[in-house]
T-cell receptor, first 113, second 113 residues
Framework: NAGVTQTPKFQVLKTGQSMTLQCAQD?????MYWYRQDPGMGLRLIYY???????DKGEVPNGYNVSRLNKREFSLRLESAAPSQTSVYFC????????????FGPGTRLTVL | QKEVEQNSGPLSVPEGAIASLNCTYS??????FFWYRQYSGKSPELIMS????GDKEDGRFTAQLNKASQYVSLLIRDSQPSDSATYLC?????????????FGAGTILRVKS
């Protein structure tokens, strides 16, 4: 099992450009999450999907959109990138929403110039 | 007040010593608590989960939970240089975020050989 995979690993964008970060899991988990990690601030939840067909905002959703394509895949889209979105992005999944242990993908390091 | 607080460190311990990492949280209703280890440039890796008051041991790791004091800790016995990493405390969050995990900013641990 690959666990949680993310693409791309690295990306550089110019301000105003758009891109989609891809995430897939092969653990048959119901819930998936997108986090960003900035120095000194820990992991902050952007959006989550408790189950296939549902998505909800987390702590820092502004400037992002998500799509739960199917049970395996959960994508994060930046419509118009801003320098403030420079960060490391992690996708995670868990068997069920809430109290379950979450398992993380390898991350995408995004720089917006 | 931050929802989950950790001392940023670095905490330096000699090889073979016990490392003690601490975490406090603000939501008295929290039910689930997790410790993640994150090596530099890598994704968080779950190492311990604890749900009830008291101690939980797994190999060299012991998680301790005191809900009355809103305090959770991680003890690492016989610390090894390979334990050098950032340790993230995660707590089940508030209802408005669907009980999702809230992460502390992490404590840097350095084990000196």
């Amino acid at each position: 099992n690959a666990g949680v995979t993310q693409t791309p690993k690295f990306q550089v964008l110019k301000t105003g450009q758009s891109m989609t970060l891809q995430c897939a899991q092969d653990m048959n988990h119901n819930s998936m999450y997108w986090y960003r990690q900035d120095p000194g601030m820990g992991l902050r939840l952007i959006y989550y999907s408790a189950s296939e067909g549902t998505t909800d905002k987390g702590e820092v959703p502004n400037g992002y959109n998500v799509s739960r394509l199917n049970k395996r895949e959960f994508s994060l889209r930046l419509e118009s990138a801003a320098p403030s979105q420079t960060s490391v992005y992690f996708c995670a999944s868990s068997e069920v929403s809430g109290w379950n242990e979450q398992f993380f993908g390898p991350g995408t390091r995004l720089t917006v110039l | 007040q931050k929802e989950v607080e950790q001392n940023s460190g670095p905490l330096s311990v000699p090889e073979g010593a016990i490392a003690s990492l601490n975490c406090t949280y603000s939501d008295r209703g929290s039910q689930s608590f997790f410790w993640y280890r994150q090596y530099s440039g890598k994704s968080p890796e779950l190492i311990m989960s604890i749900y009830s008051n008291g101690d939980k041991e797994d190999g060299r790791f012991t998680a301790q939970l005191n809900k009355a004091s809103q305090y959770v800790s991680l003890l690492i016995r016989d610390s090894q240089p390979s334990d050098s990493a950032t340790y993230l405390c995660a707590v089940q969050g508030k209802m408005e975020y669907g009980n999702k995990l809230v992460f502390g900013a992490g404590t840097i641990l350095r084990v000196k050989s």
